[in-house]
């Protein structure tokens, strides 16, 4: 009988699994399914943030933080099973308040970000040296971050790098002519040509949805290994995600999980416009991409 070298016999299972392990090898077939799951295994769960719950606090942290105290002045919105920066197993969100005459120091990172405008007018963002104007006035502004920062917990290349002003230089651009501005009036306009209950026009070169649901309808049941982050823009409804029920209202932000099978509806008064931002292009881009009506085609 071969020993370990030690003169200790391996005559079970046991024995293999306590010998191996004093020399850090584990038997993978105890734990073949935790990492080959026969399914998406999603560590995130279907979540909801009511706006009306978190504004007061950022609107009092512009009272208190001051713009030399933070970087970015913003509340993340996490996941209490996980925290930060998870908002999905890959999505981070955050809401951020610039006060006026505020100015958020310029760097550059790594990581994916866009944002959408929840209320406020003045901001500006320079990308690339262009100057982008957000929305016109001087007032403060709230709006919605999104960044792909959880996948850098698996990738560890994301890094920040600070200029060595406040302001990068900047050219004043036309936003209406900027391919990374989508101005909500047109998106909205562009919505409502189009007949049908549900609409929703996908622009994938920056990651983004803008979806309509008419009054009492409904959109097409989804379930895909992507997941996503939405916003209410206007009206009332709801989210049935798995067995899950998720009523929500003008303001607020919910997620949907990966491979969780997920339907909207709107309630009976209005109809409902909604924002979401996903990670589609980087898992259609890794092979990743698979969806339910797919599989039963091809199954």
């Known amino acids: 009988m071969a020993n370990n070298g030690a003169n200790n016999s391996i005559d079970t299972v046991d024995d293999v699994i306590q010998g191996a392990s004093k020399y850090n090898a584990v038997p993978l077939w105890p734990q073949m399914v935790k990492y080959?799951?026969?399914?998406?295994?999603?560590?995130?769960?279907?979540?909801?943030?009511?706006?009306d719950d978190v504004r007061p606090y950022l609107?009092?942290?512009?009272?208190?933080?001051?713009?030399?105290?933070a970087e970015r002045r913003v509340l993340m919105l996490i996941k209490p099973e996980r925290g930060g920066p998870y908002k999905t197993d890959t999505l981070y969100a955050g809401l951020q308040l610039v006060m006026p005459n505020e100015t958020a120091p310029a760097h550059r990172h790594t990581a994916f970000a866009l944002r959408f405008v929840i209320e406020g007018n003045g901001g500006f963002t320079a990308v690339h040296g262009q100057r982008i104007q957000m929305n016109h006035g001087s007032g403060s502004m709230i709006w919605l971050d999104g960044l792909d920062l959880p996948q850098f917990q698996h990738f560890p290349v994301h890094f920040a790098e600070h200029f060595k002003e406040k302001r990068y230089p900047a050219t004043n651009v036309d936003s209406r002519m900027s391919p990374i501005v989508f101005p909500w009036a047109e998106m909205k306009a562009s919505l409502d040509r189009e007949p049908g209950a549900w609409v929703a026009e996908e622009y994938r070169k920056f990651d983004g949805n803008y979806e309509r649901i008419d009054a009492g309808k409904s959109s097409e049941?989804?379930?895909?290994?992507?997941?996503?982050?939405?916003?209410?823009?206007?009206?009332?409804?709801?989210?049935?995600?798995?067995?899950?029920?998720?009523?929500?209202?003008?303001?607020?932000?919910?997620?949907?999980p990966s491979w969780y099978r997920y339907q909207l509806f709107a309630d009976k008064s209005e109809a409902i416009y909604l924002y979401h931002f996903d990670d589609k292009p980087i898992i259609e881009a890794l092979g990743f991409y698979r969806n339910e009506k797919t599989e039963k085609k091809v199954l």
Request: proline content about 8%; glycine content about 8%.
């Open 221 to 256: 049941t989804r379930r895909e290994t992507t997941s996503c982050v939405y916003h209410v823009i206007s009206g009332n409804g709801h989210s049935m995600v798995g067995e899950q029920k998720l009523e929500w209202k003008q303001g607020d932000m919910f997620c949907i």
């Open 36 to 51: 080959n799951p026969p399914k998406p295994n999603p560590k995130c769960v279907p979540f909801i943030w009511r706006y």
């Open 59 to 69: 609107l009092k942290a512009g009272e208190l933080v001051k713009e030399n105290d």
